[in-house]
């Protein structure tokens, strides 16, 4: 059974990092994308970062452009999200959303993350 298992978050202050891991299970994590999108609370879930297959292209939203870096490591059929400088509005609960070949595409439970003194 197809499945993405996330891990990482919590607590940080302002200014600190945090990182957030997404390990796939069932699927040729190779041949997907990697995205994280996240939801702060009363807001829409909004896309963060996405990844290609290879890892070779990457690309953020503008909110966190130059802070948060998206990675992935096909061997080890996991993608990762590091945080860095966060600020209070990045608190949200942040999902990791693999989408591949014949529209097969997955999401992660979703993970906390608090910015807060």
């Known amino acids: 059974q197809a499945q993405l298992v996330q891990s990482g978050g919590g607590l940080a202050q302002p200014g600190g990092s945090l990182s957030l891991s997404c390990v796939a299970s069932?699927?040729?994590?190779?041949?997907?994308?990697m995205n994280w999108y996240r939801q702060a609370p009363g807001k829409e879930r909004e896309w963060v970062a996405v990844?290609?297959?290879?890892?070779?292209?990457?690309d953020y939203a503008d909110s966190v452009k130059g802070r948060f870096t998206i990675s992935k490591d096909n061997a080890r059929n996991t993608g990762y999200l590091q945080m860095n400088n966060l600020k209070p509005e990045d608190t949200a609960v942040y999902f990791c959303?693999?989408?591949?070949?014949?529209?097969?595409?997955?999401w992660g439970k979703g993970t906390a993350v608090t910015v807060s003194h």
């Open positions: 069932g699927i040729p994590f190779s041949d997907f994308f």
């Open positions: 990844i290609s297959r290879s890892g070779g292209t990457v």
């Open positions: 959303y693999a989408l591949g070949p014949y529209g097969r595409q997955y």
